[in-house]
Nanobody
């Protein structure tokens, strides 16, 4: 079984910064990709950013230039540095990991961490 443990959410004023972390543990051969999604109540969960095992990154257009995703393969941890936060970034942020074991992929989600940006 794989567990994803998130940390770093909270309340911040507009223009401020937060850093989210997500650490994976369990039986894992590799994770590809790993990243962050967010969800506002009543809306679909959307990709914020993810990173491949090779370091390739993807970002939602709405966060490009403000958020930076990075990963530590040895620690099986992914980070999301969020700068210049806006009220519209307010959401529950979920860590996502595509875990490969014996050639099979399984998708895992963290429990979610609330990010609230006040205006």
């Amino acid at each position: 079984q794989v567990q994803l443990v998130e940390s770093g959410g909270g309340l911040v004023q507009a223009g401020g910064s937060l850093r989210l972390s997500c650490a994976a543990s369990g039986t894992i051969f590799s994770i590809n990709p790993m990243g962050w999604y967010r969800q506002v109540s009543g809306k679909q969960r959307e990709l914020v950013a993810d990173i491949s095992s090779g370091g390739e990154t993807r970002y939602a257009d709405s966060v490009k230039g403000r958020f930076t995703i990075s990963g530590d393969n040895a620690k099986r941890t992914v980070y999301l540095q969020m700068n210049s936060l806006k009220p519209e970034d307010t959401a529950v942020y979920y860590c996502n990991a595509n875990v490969w074991t014996w050639g099979r992929r399984a998708e895992y989600w963290g429990q979610g961490t609330q990010v609230t940006v006040s205006s």
